[in-house]
């Protein structure tokens, strides 16, 4: 429908059982319409009630909230935006969202061989980390809570594996490709270990830091540190676990953050990032 949902936020559990709507609107000068069922209708603030409400909560899920199309077509492009920022306020999704700029690169599509992907890499990062109010600037992919999802198996050394195990939910791990600042930039604290360097960057070896689930997942009465693991039966030899990282949602504010593992990127056939500039 033209006037219906332009832009949506869907909001944790851990939030929703917590708080309210109206903890968000309200500060923000919002006004209740009103309510049908679990539904409730806000006007924006400068907008009488009686021309429309602006925005749905709780429309088909208890926690969700829904910008109308026409808010925007007026010239209001930022209401979304205040209310992601006030929603982003409350609820802790393992980094720090705010004041971040984050744009997709894809070298390959103009034919760019592995070489110039990494010197157009390097380029990109030294010339926008010297542009005024950056602060830092970093690649990943895919972007933490920008809707990619890329697992694989995680398999440990001197265990055994059937493939059917392999193969399992049991085995399987979220993972992110990331340059040697990334946590840095995101504000994602380091638990144990210790951060990439760019030494890292040019295997052998090849290492990875893994999250608190992951942790909890695969090692739950033992250090993780120094433990190797691999995609495959045959390679669990191949990559070195050398820290430990806060819980960071991954692709979805729902749910507990999932086990996942961070990879130098510069270990792997350069292609497609994201960059992350704060």
Not at 8 to 29: K, Y
Not at 131 to 144: E, F, S
Not at 219 to 242: A, C, K, L, M
Request: charged fraction near 25%; hydrophobic fraction near 35%; charge should be neutral.
């Amino acid at each position: 429908v033209d006037n219906w949902v332009a832009l949506s936020v869907q909001t944790g559990d851990e939030w929703a059982a917590r708080t309210e709507w109206s903890d968000i609107l309200e500060p923000l000068g919002w006004t209740l319409s009103h309510r049908r069922g679990e539904e409730e209708f806000w006007t924006r603030p400068g907008k009488d009630r009686r021309d429309g409400h602006s925005v749905t909560v709780n429309y088909a899920d208890y926690s969700s909230a829904g910008v109308y199309r026409r808010e925007l077509r007026a010239g209001n492009a930022d209401v979304a935006e205040r209310i992601k920022q006030a929603y982003l306020d409350q609820v802790d999704v393992g980094f720090d969202p705010h004041n971040l700029v984050i744009f997709r690169v894809n070298p390959q599509l103009n034919r760019y061989d592995a070489s110039r992907i990494a010197s157009l890499y390097e380029q990109m990062v030294r010339r926008i980390s010297s542009q005024p109010g950056v602060r830092a600037v970093t690649l990943t992919n895919p972007p933490l809570l920008a809707g990619g999802v890329n697992t694989t198996s995680f398999l440990v050394q001197g265990r055994a594996y059937s493939l059917d195990e392999a193969r399992s939910e049991a085995a399987s791990i979220h993972r992110v490709r990331i340059a040697p600042n990334f946590f840095e930039t995101m504000g994602m604290p380091l638990l144990r270990g210790r951060q990439l360097t760019d030494q890292d960057n040019s295997p052998p070896p090849r290492v990875a830091i893994i999250n608190e689930a992951a942790a909890r997942k695969f090692f739950p009465n033992e250090d993780p540190i120094g433990r190797r693991f691999g995609h495959s039966p045959e390679t669990t030899d191949q990559i070195e676990i050398v820290g430990v990282v806060r819980d960071a949602k991954y692709n979805a504010l729902r749910g507990a953050a999932p086990a996942t593992m961070y990879s130098p990127y510069a270990q792997f056939p350069v292609g497609a990032m994201a960059c992350v500039v704060r």
